[in-house]
């Protein structure tokens, strides 16, 4: 059985961090530009994507799974959940700068669950190979939640050091990252609205011209 990975998904409103760079439509489109990268890389590593969204996505891959739940993000990962079994994984929308390689290292863990941190205490991705009891604790210090209900479980666990994987996109110099390291979508979605890489001070940064 092909394993399938949730990946939650707010397309109205998205990513207010970057509110001061960006209008609304724009971080639309971004945020959708990101998530098709993290459907795309989820199938090229022969997994089953699962599109858990508060409202309805267009231009979807025929391949997704999409479910519409008018939820919170950890009611919605719980209910998920509650149709699986057996292994799953779970893969945040704004890793822009997933790859095939890194997500299939995670998804071939020996550990019964697999872990990568984001940044300040964030979870960005997750392995269970077991997840009948598994409970979403996003927001706050959720990777070390997660981690201490896996440790409760008796489960073995690997905490997986990956930039490509613990890279979320949420602040403005986060697009530093996107410009230098992939060339996909997201990353043409930023050239089209203008923004390039500069350097000031012998630091890289993101100017929109």
């Not at 905490?159 to 490509?164: C, G, K, T």
Request: some cysteine; charged content about 25%.
């Amino acid at each position: 059985m092909t394993l399938p990975i949730a990946i939650p998904f707010r397309p109205i409103d998205p990513k207010k961090r970057l509110a001061t760079i960006m209008s609304m439509e724009e971080r639309e489109g971004f945020a959708r530009a990101m998530l098709f990268d993290v459907i795309e890389t989820v199938i090229d590593a022969g997994c089953a994507p699962v599109l858990l969204t508060t409202d309805e996505v267009s231009e979807i891959d025929v391949r997704v799974r999409t479910i519409v739940l008018n939820m919170g993000l950890n009611e919605a990962l719980d209910a998920f959940r509650k149709e699986q079994n057996g292994a799953f994984g779970i893969i945040m929308a704004d890793l822009a700068l997933c790859d095939k390689k890194s997500v299939i290292r995670l998804m071939d863990t020996p550990a019964e669950f697999g872990i990568v941190p984001g940044t300040g205490g964030g979870t960005n991705a997750i392995y269970i190979r077991d997840g009948s009891a598994f409970r979403a604790q996003y927001y706050g210090s959720s990777f070390m939640k997660h981690i201490t209900w896996a440790e409760e479980q008796g489960y073995s666990i690997e905490i997986m050091d990956s930039f490509r994987l613990s890279t979320d996109i949420d602040e403005p110099d986060d697009l530093v990252e996107i410009l230098i390291h992939t060339k996909r979508n997201t990353a043409a979605y930023l050239n089209q609205l203008g923004f390039v890489l500069h350097t000031e001070e012998g630091r890289v940064g993101v100017r929109r011209v």
